[in-house]
């Protein structure tokens, strides 16, 4: 087999950039540092697409499937006799697939940046702590077994912690950070417990004996019963949740909107394209084991995912801060692709799903970082973030608009552009397992094209607001990489995915089912020409829809009140009802009880020191007391 | 002259030192000399341990001498040391170090504060060479007396008071100790023969089990309370916001992990089948030291208060691996003491040098740091991170040896505790996230922080000391996992 060694330096090199521009970079010339960390991305890029060509142009082939290539492993730390953490690099369809969707996506943002964050204070900083998202990201796809996975997990969560607090003199920023992390960090406990029991069940972290159909994860009978699921089903649920928490699914979701106080190159970034799938990747590098193993899990997948999906889509109808309208934008379409993981078999046409979901995961992540490339091309324009402060703005964003319609149709799933296509495979997946979910992912789609057609006319049509200067177009550095992820989202659709990107590596061959295709195209359709009708022109249409449903607006607004709820649990119960009385008891009654013995022992001594007073009479009369009293003790009493 | 005395002649030699000369200015550059070339013998004996190993010496104990103290109790002067030790001893020569160069501009400089820090140092590096349980009680209790005079006189706050809680206390638990060290030696030789106070003489024989039944829980508890086990760990917090920077530093850092140490090496290892009885309650009340602890910071409004309860939620789960009593657990323990060795130190660090530019503690008090004294702040960030448990700093690889060491055991109890001991991830990342959005990031609080100077050089010197050993374990962490992992072994095998 073709020898991939060279792939660690797709680590290696993003590590050394972090590291370099980290210590020395308030020494470089902000532009230096800039252009050394995308030159390390420019290397990454090339390793990456030239392992991409060589894996699925034979290279990862063998008997006509593709294989799981260990192209680099080491011991990192023996923990017990037979479990031991490994970092190394793997190789499949999905981790090269990621390889090439990250190091595109990093690779744009970090030019975009050149021109997005110029003149920002603490330039080598953004760039530095980009290439160790970078590399943590790498390193979590290319992990070679769960543990490695989980510890660049925990990476890629403070590095997402670092960006989303870069303006850390904002308290909204600094506030976003901390409960991204946070909420990350408590869906990753369960990732932990899950492995915890895994690896205990299973004996081996290793993927690739995980995912082997004959391996322990799979044959074995499941373990214990424990609340009418075995321990495995347990452990893949746990898993799932840390997925879930990366991924901003119902309810771990709070922390995604929020996160939009990072600079909009980082949203693209990290909270659109590339983190934010690292539930999808868990669970499609995980799938035989959820399959075979765990199918109760794989069915709380779908409708987590579905559920998720809806849910976001209503709240993204509401809002009118464009990067929150996108981040829940995001929300909706990770929800699909979770779901579509949820209902997928295993081998062959069976495997649809699995298909799908990657499929749509690629082609997500360019015309999400499209858009939100897209959105910091306006916000830089106009210096706001609220689409009620924009308005024919296509004037004097040409690129901007072109490349942003363009992102918006393929959302839309309009044929031919890729969006049409992997939601296409998604929703013929659902068809065939289950009739509800189906259902619910077809008024998904409806409300996608009408939320982002409608932040796409307000922005960009309508009439001009009072802007402080003429807006104008981006610069090079900017439009660019709109350019290429604009023919990206249009002609990803066209890779071949059934025959590269499969559940057991094997192609197959499938075709566009028109019959569910068709209606979910008039679907699309419907929105796009509801959202005209509503916000082409200003009217005063949405104003009196909104009041006519009132209550259910309010709740949308509102985002269903789950961050009040959240906001509950952390204040009143955390801070409140535990952490204040521990803190109480710990002074009053651990700490009281050893105050109390010294006080005790204080005032014993305290009143018994008169006996030791040093006047001779006292001690005369005690001696003389004590001499009679003894003696008439022994006369009398004693015989 | 072998060369684990050397640890113990040179605190005493530097103390010499300062007696000479004529100022604390000068006292202050004795000790640092001092301490520097305790660095690098500390250094030298890991290096003679490995090289000794790697020839295929396979002893316990290496580097092993003995001298007759006192013939009639059979009392001997006896050092040597393992993996373990010699981590301890690699741990608290970088503390002491780092507390010199934190302590070079403190006010009220004196040379009887580097006097009493280099007879604690001595203490402290005594008791981690000791192979006799009489000398290991001297040095302990040598290593607790300065620590009165330290707080007593350099301290702040309700310094007395903190200083008398303290030392109180901390004397309790050696009273239970003292009984439980000579427990251990009228039953060191159950079939007649001489007793002894020789730890591997004793753990070659078996102490009668009614005798250990007494005696375990009596040196556990004693040793315990130095290791902030809960409830008695309630000096911790007053005595550290009380001490001064580089007492903190030690005390926290190293002074400890005295506790954690004595109880594997003397309690577990010596009475192994009292310990396997027994480990359910503590196992309960470190679960509970951990997770309190934690809760415990959450609501602190005093930097040293926070650190003082993630103290406790950190040395509990020392305890907590200890009684774990398996290869995997233990060795997180081990790694667990040096991590939070090198990490608390740097918090109480930080936390003096902050104080010094701010004078105060109260974190409400002040805000946006990170803008005028990046240095410090970025250290505080990295410190809170390892603190958290983040991968590639100490803090992770610990954690993650002790959870999986603890869940190694199939039973419903074990597991419980486990999870229960997890979710102090969570809190952690709550009370440390707080702390550095309230203290380092938000808008510049005072308009007066612009003339603060970033750290100095013998600040940097002390950060740099401790980051390195933070960031060292934690991203190649075989080093150390493998020297403790041979050391421990010895240990488990008795408790199997």
Not at chain 2, 269 to 290: D, G, H, K, Q, R
């Amino acid at each position: 087999m073709a020898d991939f060694g060279y792939t660690v330096w797709i680590l290696i090199v993003p590590f050394v950039t972090f590291i370099v521009l980290g210590l020395f970079g308030m020494k470089l010339k902000a532009r230096i540092s800039g252009l050394t960390g995308t030159l390390g991305l420019a290397i990454v890029t090339v390793l990456s697409y030239a392992t991409a060509f060589r894996y699925f142009l034979g290279a990862g082939l063998a008997d006509g499937i593709y294989q799981k290539i260990i192209a680099f492993n080491s011991t990192w730390l023996t923990l017990t006799d037979r479990l031991h953490i490994d970092m190394g690099v793997l190789l499949d369809p999905i981790s090269v697939m990621m390889l090439v969707v990250i190091s595109t996506v990093s690779f744009m943002v970090h030019i975009y940046s050149l021109g997005y964050m110029k003149g920002e204070k603490g330039f080598e900083r953004y760039y530095s702590f980009l290439s160790l998202f970078t590399f943590s990201m790498m390193g979590l796809v290319v992990a070679t077994n769960i543990f490695q996975m989980y510890i660049f997990w925990e990476l890629v969560g403070i590095s997402s912690y670092l960006l989303i607090g870069f303006y850390y003199s904002r308290p909204s920023a600094v506030a976003a950070s901390k409960k991204a992390f946070i909420v990350t960090r408590f869906a990753d406990m369960g990732f932990l417990i899950g492995i915890l029991i895994l690896s205990f069940t299973t004996k081996t972290f290793d993927f690739v004996t995980l995912t082997d159909l004959n391996g322990p994860a799979i044959t074995s009978t499941g373990g214990a019963v424990f609340l009418g699921m075995s321990v495995m089903t347990w452990s893949m649920i746990l898993i799932f949740v840390g997925g879930a928490g990366k991924s901003a699914m119902f309810p771990l979701h709070i922390w995604l909107p929020d996160a939009m106080e990072g600079p909009t190159p980082v949203s693209a970034l990290i909270h659109a394209a590339t983190m934010v799938v690292a539930g999808v990747y868990l669970v499609a590098r995980m799938f035989p084991v959820y399959y075979f193993a765990a199918p109760e899990a794989l069915q709380i997948i779908a409708w987590v995912g579905a559920f998720s999906s809806l849910f976001a889509a209503v709240i993204a109808t509401t809002q009118t801060d464009i990067k929150r309208v996108l981040a829940y934008s995001t929300i909706s379409q990770i929800g699909y692709m979770i779901f579509s993981l949820g209902v997928s078999g295993y081998g062959g046409p069976e495997g649809l799903g699995f298909m799908a979901s990657n499929w749509h995961l690629f082609n997500h992540a360019m015309f999400k970082a499209l858009l939100f490339l897209g959105a910091g091309s306006v916000i830089h324009a106009v210096h706001s973030n609220y689409m009620t402060e924009m308005g024919g703005l296509r004037k004097h964003l040409p690129i901007t608009n072109i490349t942003f319609l363009i992102a918006c149709l393929t959302i839309a799933g309009l044929f031919p552009l890729s969006g049409f296509f992997s939601k296409d495979e998604i929703l013929t997946a659902a068809f065939h397992h289950d009739k509800v979910l189906f259902a619910i992912e077809y008024l998904v789609a409806g409300l996608t094209a009408f939320y982002m057609f409608r932040l796409y006319f307000s922005i960009f049509h309508g009439h001009d607001r009072q802007y402080d200067h003429t807006p104008h177009e981006s610069p090079a550095t900017m439009t660019v990489p709109l350019i290429i992820l604009a023919i990206g989202s249009v002609f990803s659709g066209l890779l071949p995915f059934n025959r590269l990107v499969t559940s057991d590596g094997a192609p197959f061959e499938s075709h566009i089912e028109w019959s569910v295709a068709g209606p979910s195209l008039i679907i699309a359709l419907t929105g796009i020409a509801i959202a005209w009708v509503m916000y082409r022109k200003e009217n005063t249409l949405p104003d009196r829809l909104a009041s006519t449903f009132k209550h259910s607006y309010k709740w949308a607004y509102n985002k269903f009140y789950i961050d009040e709820l959240y906001l509950f649990i952390t204040k009143k119960i955390i801070f409140r009802r535990i952490s204040q009385p521990v803190a109480w008891f710990d002074r009053h009654i651990v700490d009281g009880t050893m105050n109390g013995i010294a006080w005790v022992t204080q005032t014993v001594s305290n009143r018994i020191k008169g006996l030791q007073s040093g006047q001779l009479q006292q001690y005369g009369f005690v001696f003389v007391t004590g001499a009679v009293a003894l003696v008439l003790f022994f006369i009398y009493l004693i015989k | 002259m072998n060369i684990l005395s050397c640890l113990v002649i040179i605190p005493l030699l530097t103390i010499t030192g300062i007696l000479l000369v004529k100022d604390a200015r000068q006292a202050r550059v004795v000790s640092a000399i001092g301490m520097g070339i305790q660095l690098i013998t500390a250094f030298i004996i890991v290096f003679m341990y490995l090289s000794e190993r790697k020839a295929g010496n396979t002893d316990q104990m290496l580097l092993m001498s003995s001298y007759e103290w006192f013939r009639s109790l059979n009392i001997y002067y006896t050092v040597g040391v393992d993996g373990i030790s010699v981590a301890m001893i690699a741990l608290t020569s970088i503390v002491v170090s780092a507390g010199v160069f934190a302590s070079w501009e403190m006010e009220d400089l004196k040379k009887e504060f580097f006097i009493s820090l280099m007879l604690l140092a001595t203490g402290v590096f005594g008791f981690f060479i000791s192979l006799d349980l009489f000398t290991m009680f001297l040095f302990y209790e040598l290593a607790v007396i300065p620590m009165y005079i330290l707080i007593g006189i350099w301290g702040s706050g309700p310094k007395e008071y903190a200083a008398m809680k303290l030392t109180l206390m901390l004397m309790g638990g050696s009273a239970l100790l003292m009984i439980g060290l000579f427990g251990i030696y009228f039953n060191s030789a159950p079939d007649g023969g001489e007793l002894t106070f020789n730890i591997i003489e004793i753990s070659k024989i078996t102490i009668p089990i009614q005798a250990q039944r007494w005696f375990f829980p009596l040196t556990f508890v004693g040793f315990g309370v130095l290791g902030a086990l809960f409830p008695l760990h309630t000096w911790s917090p007053d005595g550290h916001s009380s001490a001064p920077t580089a007492v903190s530093m030690l005390h926290a850092g190293v002074l400890m992990k005295l506790g954690g140490y004595g109880c594997f090496r003397v309690a577990m290892f010596l009475m192994p089948e009292a310990a396997n009885e027994m480990a359910w309650i503590f196992i309960i009340l470190t679960t509970i030291s951990v997770v309190y602890g934690a809760f415990g910071a959450i609501v602190q409004k005093d930097l040293k208060y926070i650190n003082a309860y993630s103290s406790v939620s950190h040395c509990g789960l020392v305890l907590f691996a200890i009684l774990m009593m398996n290869r995997t657990a233990m060795t997180g323990a081990v790694i667990q003491m040096v991590s939070h060795g090198l990490m608390t130190a740097l918090f109480f660090a930080l936390i003096g040098m902050i104080y010094g530019r701010t004078h105060t503690r109260i974190i409400s008090e002040m805000g946006g740091l990170m803008k005028v004294i990046p240095f410090l702040g970025v250290a505080y960030v990295i410190a809170g991170l390892a603190s958290l448990g983040l991968p590639g700093l100490s803090g992770f690889v610990a954690e993650m040896n002790i959870f999986f060491g603890s869940f190694e055991h199939p039973d419903t109890f074990h597991r419980v505790a486990t999870i229960i001991a997890i979710t102090s991830i969570v809190i952690t990342a709550v009370y440390i996230l707080r702390v550095i959005a309230i203290l380092l990031l938000g808008p510049v609080r005072d308009p007066h922080y612009s003339e603060f100077n970033d750290a100095r050089w013998y600040e940097k010197l002390s950060i740099l000391a401790l980051l390195t050993g933070i960031v060292y374990i934690g991203m190649i962490p075989s080093g150390l996992s493998g020297i403790i992992r041979d050391s421990i072994m010895p240990i488990v095998e008795k408790l199997m």
